[in-house]
């Protein structure tokens, strides 16, 4: 098993569409990368705490490789904007990985690379050790699963998913 954690704006895009993945054991939408201790939902939404939307993913490696998450994770968003996805601004919807070892680091350093020869644009997906993990309020897990007909799933997460699924055809 391996664990890795990734932001890509709004967390509820990134965990509906990982969830999906053969191979993915869990995938927890929370925060992290701000300095203040256990943060809510509106504190990160502010701006302030310095914390960013993110999914910690547990992965089974021999069923799921790195690569391949990356693939989807990158699929899901946009990783040439700076500081927002969509209609969603500021830092805490940057396009970033949390890495936990050198070898995931020089995969995820690999993965950016390929990535930015399908894109005009420069790649703006930071990469950064892992920090602490505060999962995100119990209403955000499995936000898609749980109000799949809400507006916001039809009109946002649903074509990233459909996005995926047509790329990847894992879902």
């Known amino acids: ?19 999906g993945l053969q ?4 995938a927890v939408s929370g925060y992290m990368g701000g300095k203040q201790p256990n943060p809510t939902y509106e504190q990160v939404c502010t701006g302030a705490s310095g914390h960013i939307e993110v999914v ?3 992965f089974d490696d021999s069923t799921l490789s790195l690569e391949t998450l990356l693939q989807a994770f990158f699929l899901l968003h946009d990783p040439t904007q700076i500081n927002r996805q969509g209609g969603d601004i500021g830092e805490q919807y940057k396009s970033i990985i949390f890495y936990v070892d050198a070898q995931q680091k020089q995969i995820c350093e690999k993965m950016v690379e390929k990535i930015q020869e399908e894109h005009k644009n420069p790649i703006a997906t930071e990469l950064k050790k892992a920090e602490v993990f505060y999962s995100a309020e119990d209403y955000h897990q499995n936000y898609y699963i749980n109000n799949s007909s809400a507006s916001y ?7 990233k998913l459909k996005k995926l699924m047509e790329n990847m055809g894992k879902k």
């Open 1 to 19: 098993m391996q664990k890795i954690t990734l932001g890509g704006g709004c967390f509820w895009c990134i965990e509906a569409g990982l969830h």
């Open 153 to 159: 799933c039809q009109i946002i997460i649903a074509p």
């Open 23 to 26: 191979g993915v054991q869990s």
């Open 56 to 58: 910690e993913v547990c």
